[in-house]
């Protein structure tokens, strides 16, 4: 059942009428983003935005609406004579309508290269230890694929995971790994929606080469009060949301914590002896609370707080005397929102928003020495580095007609880096410190268009203007972006996209530790920006009857400008002061791949098969005698399947198969041994000259729903994680082999991590 609060119109000379509003969930208050409103008889329709908001014309009040979204019994509105301006449509969530008869509809209205997820689905499949996992459920479709195992780290499309533009509630956040990169930082109980772009890019977005993560958090339920808590292996969560005014205001704060914190009692210190411990520990805050001002006129914000400690550290214990030696990482994101939405009117729709993020990586070296009726020696050395953005945006949408929409705006940034500031007080240097920041000003004017020339053909063109300022130099770059749509005859529709984007930040990882250290850093005069260029054609096909949906994607990119570093550089002290001489700069990329993906959104069985096939190649001068060369993780073939079963009432089965050609890896071509060199002395010859073997995986799960004896809604989630025991690389180990004492050849043996792991877990809302 749906119904109507308030709604408004608005005759023009030739008595058409103007239709806006908004569209939200009748239980919880939450606007629904991408909602169809459509006009009954002439098919004609739009939808929401990303604030639930649509406006729709119609030929005069005898056309009724309906409005309608995937899980949701649609709504109709057939009499127009006692509404207002503006009009609040509530849809009620129907779970038989969403698993038997109706399916999303974003395959024509989402852009060449784009895909919207739903949290349902996410949350429903398959994860390592039972940690559903947002980034990971995107590498199981089309032209996504992962890095090691168990990574969260995305590569899209030939690029690199620095190379990801990844916002929450349109805040950056730098860093989204937890664990070392085993699973992201965004709380899956506390999101509405994902969407990924990797080609046809909205100007609306810009600053990094291969994609876009576009997460929104959820609002909170404006009705009641309620939440839920999780209990799983790794982490705990609670989540709660409720009312601040009735049917108006409301809030949501979600908390997760790692519980591997706890490994660090079962390794205590003892009074004598010798001994090592490893502490980790983690945690995510969000929060959000939004306030409708009036009926045109609403304020949102929104904060993200997340933080990894790591510690590895050497101890003993003797006649009196404690010494202990300790390596540290430590690395989080902080984010804030303030954002306003106004409804100008019945035509045009705006939001304001000011932006803060800030990310912070650390290493620390501590070691104290502890002597009875002596002064202890307690000497550190900590290195840093982070980036702080302020910012604001805005945005205004104009509804010209329904063939014809406006997206325009601008977006000013104001980037500080922090690259490598070391506080010491080793060698009776107690303020061995340097807090220089290098401060950076954004600026980018863009227009999107939305345009149908007819019926069946749409054109979006593009263009956002960036401008980059720092230090002495200034970048000027125009981006144009163009995406075509032409529907054919029996459900087939043809795509097409453009995009050119320039990437202004470079992030310079430390290879002797790894573990999350890294740096983000602006464009100089000596590393300029980089920049791509992509072409894509894509084909799809509806298949009413059964429910399914084919889709064929097939691009092209070429990125200049990149970077890469000397073998063996480690970023830290000194030497980071003059990181813009010491990359290999000036690089290429080129990337083509074909895309495949057919799925399945109705019925009790869903789901959905991708294929891709695909090559990234880069050339440095000072690499491979500047030969093109295949990027690191480079996988020529990469294919899923994601299915699900409704089993009765209460259960669920899911599975998740995953096989990708292994990365490349360089491999050395002899080794170097003498009597005094400690060891074997590595030879390589070529970048990326070898293959890491295949990594595939079967992960199985099923989940019940439960009622508690006090009517409460739970569920039970159990499942295998490498179900048949795949023993996939997470890197080679390098010896020689010996033969009377003298090497005779090179021996590589590959070290794997995850086992299978079974998991069971628990929700319960409340």
């Known amino acids: 059942m749906a119904f109507l609060f308030l709604a408004g119109m608005e005759a023009t000379f030739s008595q058409k009428l103007i239709i806006s509003g908004t569209v939200r969930d009748e239980a919880t208050g939450e606007l629904l983003v991408g909602a169809t409103v459509k006009d009954s008889l002439s098919q004609t329709g739009v939808q929401t935005n990303a604030y639930g908001f649509f406006s729709l014309e119609i030929p005069s009040g005898d056309h009724p609406l309906t409005v309608s979204f995937v899980g949701y019994s649609p709504c109709y509105i057939a009499d127009f004579t006692s509404l207002k301006y503006p009009l609040e449509v509530r849809l009620k969530q129907d779970y038989l309508l969403q698993e038997v008869t109706v399916k999303e509809d974003k395959m024509k209205t989402m852009p060449i290269g784009g895909l919207s997820m739903s949290m349902d689905k996410i949350k429903s499949m398959p994860a390592l230890l039972g940690e559903v996992d947002v980034l990971k459920a995107l590498s199981f479709t089309p032209g996504v694929s992962t890095g090691t195992e168990g990574s969260a780290g995305l590569y899209i499309r030939g690029g690199t995971p620095d190379q990801n533009l990844i916002l929450l509630d349109e805040v950056p956040v730098y860093n989204v790994t937890h664990l070392g990169g085993f699973f992201s930082v965004f709380n899956p109980s506390s999101l509405k929606s994902v969407e990924l772009y990797k080609g046809a890019f909205p100007a609306r977005y810009g600053g990094r080469l291969a994609s876009v993560i576009d997460l929104t958090m959820k609002d909170g339920n404006n009705q009641k009060f309620g939440g839920e808590v999780g209990i799983g292996i790794l982490n705990q969560n609670l989540t709660l949301e409720g009312p601040i005014i009735g049917n108006k205001a409301s809030f949501i704060v979600s908390g997760r914590i790692s519980t591997l914190g706890l490994s660090s009692l079962l390794q205590p210190k003892k009074s004598s002896g010798y001994g090592e411990t490893r502490e980790y520990r983690f945690y995510d805050l969000n929060a959000k609370f939004n306030y409708p001002i009036n009926k045109t006129d609403q304020i949102y914000f929104s904060v993200y707080n997340g933080f990894d400690h790591f510690t590895y550290s050497e101890w003993s214990a003797n006649g009196g005397r404690e010494t202990e030696a300790a390596l540290g990482n430590n690395w989080g994101n902080t984010t804030a929102t303030i954002r306003y939405s106004k409804v100008f009117s019945q035509k045009l729709f705006a939001r304001f928003a000011l932006l803060y993020s800030k990310y912070t990586s650390e290493m620390t070296n501590r070691f104290d020495d502890i002597k009875l009726n002596v002064d202890p020696v307690k000497l550190f050395r900590n290195t840093n580095a ?90 000027l770059n125009p981006e144009p972006r163009l995406g075509l749509s032409w529907d054919l005859p029996a459900n087939w529709t043809l795509k097409g996209g453009y995009t050119m984007m320039n990437q202004y930040v470079h992030l310079l990882t430390n290879n002797g530790f790894g573990f999350g250290y890294d740096a983000w850093l602006p464009s100089t005069a000596k590393v300029v920006p980089s920049r791509s260029n992509q072409i894509s054609v894509g084909v799809y096909k509806t298949f009413p009857r059964p429910g399914l949906d084919l889709s064929v994607e097939v691009y092209t990119t070429k990125m200049k400008n990149l970077i890469d570093y000397p073998d063996g550089t480690n970023f830290t002290g000194l030497l980071a002061e003059s990181w813009d001489d010491i990359v290999i700069k000036n690089g290429k990329g080129r990337v083509k791949g074909i895309e495949f993906m057919l799925s399945k959104k109705t019925g009790k069985f869903n789901g959905w098969f991708s294929y891709t096939l695909s090559k990234s190649e880069r050339r440095f001068s000072e690499i491979n005698d500047a030969a093109w060369f295949p990027m690191k993780y480079d996988r020529r073939h990469n294919l899923s399947i994601t299915a699900s079963y409704v089993l009765g009432k209460k259960w669920k089965l899911n599975t998740n198969f995953i096989y990708q050609t292994g990365h490349a890896v360089t491999l050395p071509e002899s080794a170097f041994v003498t009597d005094d060199s400690g060891g074997p002395r590595f030879i390589y010859d070529k970048r990326n000259n070898g293959r890491m073997p295949a990594f595939h995986r079967l992960d199985l799960g099923a989940s019940k729903s439960l009622v508690t004896p006090h009517k409460r809604k739970a569920e039970l989630r159990l499942g295998l994680y490498n179900a048949y025991n795949r023993s996939n690389p997470l890197y080679l180990d390098l010896k020689t082999e010996q033969n009377l004492n003298s090497p005779t050849r090179i021996v590589i043996k590959q070290v794997s991590f995850l086992p299978i792991l079974p998991y069971i877990g628990y929700t319960l809302k409340f």
């Open 386 to 475: 982070g980036v702080v953005d302020l910012g604001g945006k805005a945005q205004f949408d104009y509804f010209l007609n329904n063939r014809s929409t406006l997206k325009f705006g601008l977006d000013v940034t104001r980037h500080s880096f922090s690259p490598f500031v070391t506080e010491s007080n080793y060698n009776d240097a107690p303020n061995d410190t340097k807090k220089d920041k290098l401060p950076a000003t954004q600026l980018d004017l863009y227009i999107d268009a939305a345009i149908a020339i007819t019926p069946t053909l749409r054109f979006d063109p593009g263009l956002r203007y960036s401008t980059y300022q720092v230090e002495d130099r200034t970048f």
